[in-house]
């Protein structure tokens, strides 16, 4: 262990063990007020914290974006997808995308084409077993789950069965430290984007709660975690580009969107209208 990190240990086991009461979080809180342990430090162990309060739907890459593909498509064609979508394991379904019956990994594919077999192979002959878990899975079970099965990627299920969509250890692994990118991660424009003082440009898959964690709009709904849904649920269907919607005395405005979600939501105050009490 590194001297720093041995410090930042026996500052915690003392602060925690010294106190009776008072929970975890206001502790380590507590620490970062006194100087003890670093604003880095503090995010990583609140962050650990908070992983038992979080289920995967939280942090999982949805259905729609998942990179699969059929379980009678040639291997010439799932070494393509890997090659073109940078992902190393494809998970494979049957029928539809609801049923996933498989992932091919490019290791494998790769010994693959190292081997002579007598017969072509297909997609059933390589393909590995799924790690299939449901969505409301807490993060620390999953994390442990990685562990223990030793297979770092899941396909997480909604209460009727079907996919609700895919995490790795990388995405558990990014909510403690923040943004791991590799060599072929796409570069992805910043989710909330500040134009101006008063102007927002925000993704429509932004969770609500990063919404209020990091402008304070409070954006509440009991059905729907994502902005895109928000206004969905607001509109009762799918807002088409240029729509505009009074929230929370802002407008926001639908800029891009297709028939199935909202990719870019602009927020900007709400013009003045006469009616409006004037300003000091
Ligand atoms: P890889 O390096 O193969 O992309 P990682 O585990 O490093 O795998 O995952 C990086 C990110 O890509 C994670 O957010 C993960 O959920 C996502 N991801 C991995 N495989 C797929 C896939 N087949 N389709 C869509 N997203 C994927």
Redesign the pocket.
Known sequence: MEDDSEGLFATLFSKLFGHKDGNLEELILEARQDGEINPTEVAMLLNVLRLGRKQVREI??PRT????AEVDDPLEEIAQLIIE???????IYKENRDNIVGIVH?KDLLRLSQSHPQKQPTCRDIMREPLLIPETKNVTDMLQVFRASKI??AIALDEYGGTS???????VM?EIVGE?E?E??LPRPDEIQVLSDDTIMINGRTPLEEIDDRLGLELTSEQVETLSGYLCELAGRVPMQGETFTVDGKIFEVKDADAKQIHWVLIKPRPKTPSDPEEN
């Open positions: 999982m890459i974006d998942i990179q699969c979508c940078g992902h190393s394991r494809i998970p490019a770092h990627l969509g895919l995490v790795t250890l990388e995405d990014e791991i590799d072929y991660d």
